[in-house]
């Protein structure tokens, strides 16, 4: 990889020959966990300005509609998290002379407060092309990392390195974007959907008009079906915003930002399901993928494969999302099941074929499929990885329930480095496609209902129980021996069963992060508090040496949206799964009253959720919530000590089974982590809401005096 210093810059084509289409990666990491920003593209044409306001790519409008600029969203790593861009440079229009790639933070936060600032290139196979560090973040709340830029018709990158002290708007406005400060005294009343003044999603965030193309939210535009929702366009919202969707378990859901708003329409599913016209429950409706009784697990490979190679192809949006991040162009997408290829002495049939065309240029990937809890065979991976190289294909695409972990491949496969042409080897899991499914149809949109129709059709085959593709569901070979180690206390430190069992505990937070991000409509990652550079799997082996001597599981995740750190322990000595969360105490206020309202916000959460009062350095007063609602004040420390904050947690069994299939263990994890985002964190934004606008009063009090 070529290391780039500020202010440097060079040619792309003299780092690989595939470079047609491009991966961006933008990461960080924070000492807290907390820390995070929103990454931003701008397609600047020769005056240094944007053509219009739709050539700014952030988290509410993440793709062009002709696939050239894609955010594929932010994906865990063994230090903290990174956001990933899909640049097909080969789509960029013509009359675009550079793509600047940005990042922006907001509640107050300044990049300052992020360690390991970094931007990647890769080429179309995977290879790292070059990396930017930046090393010099002080009080900077936007940030230029690097653009790329047309010289001569070849694509250069320059380092920039650039901060902007007034955030995105500051940055947006440099780049030809008119910002709407907005209307501080708007009055109350607004229709459903707009946001009040003193909101903390809307405290000091501008909003971008489109072109004078604005609609509130929730009016629906003049003959836009039920279901129907517009792209929004807002700058992104401050850390202490409500989620923007309800929870899984049926909570209510908060009202949706306001802002500018871009006259294409996107189709997402109906809140409310239509009534049944069935005469009774046992009617089942029609499906365009039924999911029959198979006989074998090569049945449900091939039907799955099929099933999801199809939608694909005809829905653009969707095949996009699952490959961009391969390298494959914004190009048209067809796509074969049961190839024949010639290998050896006997033709080799992968599960299925990719093919994207795009300015004459095919790009092509095999698919491996696996179902249930079947592994992915290294023989059957090489045989596809030497195949492609001798047809000069671009990918191997291995598909199964499994999850990906840096450090820990699935397969093992060798690459022969003298083969000028790469063959790139790259995993989904069925998570991830369901997950994307979601995002697409929940929240974010397709192109028309069709299409919403198909991914739906396509959803609820991936959740049937008859399917195969249901996600991570196995603890692995060493989770029985592990847990009556533990149990017996035999189990010793330097146990590689413990190093497995810590590895499918990760993979098994990866897959939560996916289904309940998919649910909320939120960014959801697990935290990684270890610096760039942490070897992972050192870092995998102390903690496997501290699950056996403590005999717990832990985890940490950050959803966007929420107002602090969930997390997950699993006490396998006790069979207890503890979820929790910390909320901060306002400053300035009386004790009891924020007592009080915490006890009212959380009028609707179990009677059975602990509260624990935080003071500096210890730990106060704490009770069940069925104790505190009569008696709030039981909450105060007895000395008057400082209140800083509080601890929500709930506890929930593991569940019985052992075994090393689908368990009760990974059943309770779900469960436990549904049941404390919605009936508690989901409910949170509102004290966090009256914290937030009390600090803001004292604040204009001061500046009154």
């Known amino acids: 990889m070529h290391e780039m210093s500020k202010g440097a810059n060079i040619g792309l084509a003299t780092l690989s020959e595939n470079t047609g289409a491009v991966v961006v990666g933008l990461s960080w990491s924070s000492a807290t966990g907390e820390g995070d920003a929103d990454v931003s593209v701008l397609l600047v044409d020769g005056s240094g300005k944007v053509r219009g306001d739709t050539d700014f790519y952030f988290y509410n409008h ?32 013509e009359d675009v002379t550079t793509i600047v790639v940005a990042a922006s933070q907001y509640g107050g936060a300044c990049f300052g407060d992020l360690d390991d600032l970094r931007m990647t290139v890769t080429d179309r196979s995977g290879e790292p092309l070059l990396g930017f560090s930046i090393e010099d973040a002080t009080i900077e709340t936007a940030f230029i990392f690097g653009e790329l830029y047309r010289r001569n ?88 915003a409500a989620p923007a969707s309800a929870a899984p378990g049926g909570t209510p859901e908060p009202a949706r930002r306001r802002g500018a708003r871009t006259a294409k329409k996107k189709v997402t599913l109906p809140k409310v399901v239509k009534k049944s016209l069935a005469e009774n429950d046992t009617w089942r409706p029609a499906r365009l993928f039924p999911v029959p009784s198979y006989k074998s697990d090569r049945e449900r490979e091939v039907r799955a494969t099929s099933v999801l190679l199809s939608v694909m192809a005809e829905v653009p949006e969707f095949g996009r999302r699952l490959t961009a991040g391969f390298g494959a162009p914004a190009g048209r997408m067809q796509t074969f099941t049961e190839v024949s290829l010639p290998h050896g002495d006997s033709p080799k049939r992968p599960d299925g074929v990719i093919r994207t065309e795009r300015a004459g240029k095919l790009w092509t990937a095999l698919v491996e499929t696996k179902t249930n809890g079947n592994p992915l065979k290294s023989e059957q991976v090489q045989n596809y990885m030497d195949i492609a190289a001798r047809r000069g294909y671009e990918a191997v695409i291995t598909l199964s329930n499994d999850v990906a972990l840096e450090g820990s491949p699935l397969v093992e496969v060798k690459t022969d480095g003298r083969r000028k042409h790469k063959v790139a080897l790259w995993h989904l899991s069925w998570a991830e496609v369901a997950h994307q499914a979601q995002m697409l149809i929940r929240h974010e949109g397709v192109g028309n209902a069709a299409h919403a129709w198909l991914l739906q059709e396509l959803l609820h085959y991936l959740q049937h129980e008859n399917s195969g593709c249901h996600g991570f569901q196995n603890m692995g070979p060493s989770w029985v021996p592990v847990r009556n180690g533990i149990d017996t206390e035999t189990l010793c430190q330097g146990d590689p069963r413990a190093v497995e069992v810590v590895e499918s505990w990760e993979r098994l937070i990866r897959q939560v992060c996916l289904r309940l991000g998919g649910e909320l409509g939120q960014k959801t990652l697990p935290v990684q508090r270890a610096r760039r550079g942490t070897d992972p799997k050192s870092r995998r082996t102390a903690l496997a040496d501290r699950l056996c001597e403590e005999g717990k599981l832990s985890a940490e995740l950050r959803v966007d949206g929420a107002h602090g750190i969930l997390s997950i322990t699993a006490d396998l000595r006790t069979g207890k799964i503890r979820t929790s969360m910390d909320v901060s105490a306002p400053d300035g206020a009386y004790p009891l009253s924020v007592a009080k309202r915490l006890v009212r916000v959380l009028e609707e959460a179990p009677a059975d959720l602990h509260v624990e009062t935080l003071l500096e350095g210890r730990s106060g007063p704490r009770g069940t919530l069925e104790r505190l609602r009569p008696e709030p004040g039981d909450l105060l420390p007895k000395d008057n000590a400082v209140i800083t904050g509080f601890r929500l947690s709930l506890f929930k069994g593991m569940g019985n089974s052992r075994g090393s299939a689908e368990s009760g263990f990974i059943r309770s994890i779900d469960e436990a982590v549904d049941r404390f985002h919605g009936s508690v964190v989901a409910h949170l934004g509102q004290f966090e809401q009256r914290r937030t606008s009390r600090a803001r009063a004292a604040v204009g009090s001061s500046g009154a005096e």
């Open 62 to 93: 993440p793709a062009a509609e002709d696939g050239s600029v894609q955010l594929l969203g932010k994906v865990p790593t063994e230090n903290g998290s990174e956001d990933r861009i899909s640049l097909d440079l080969t789509a960029i229009p």
């Open 153 to 240: 018709d070849e694509w250069k990158f320059r380092a920039v390195g650039q901060g902007y002290e007034t955030g995105l708007a500051g940055l947006a406005t440099d780049f030809g974007i008119t910002v709407d400060e907005g209307d501080e005294n708007e009055p109350e009343g607004r229709e459903a959907g707009a946001e009040q003044p003193g909101d903390p999603a809307t405290a000091d965030r501008p909003s971008l008009p489109s072109s004078g193309l604005v609609e509130e939210a929730g009016a629906p535009a003049s003959g836009t079906a039920p279901g129907t929702q517009t792209a929004a366009v807002p700058i992104p919202a401050q850390a202490g």
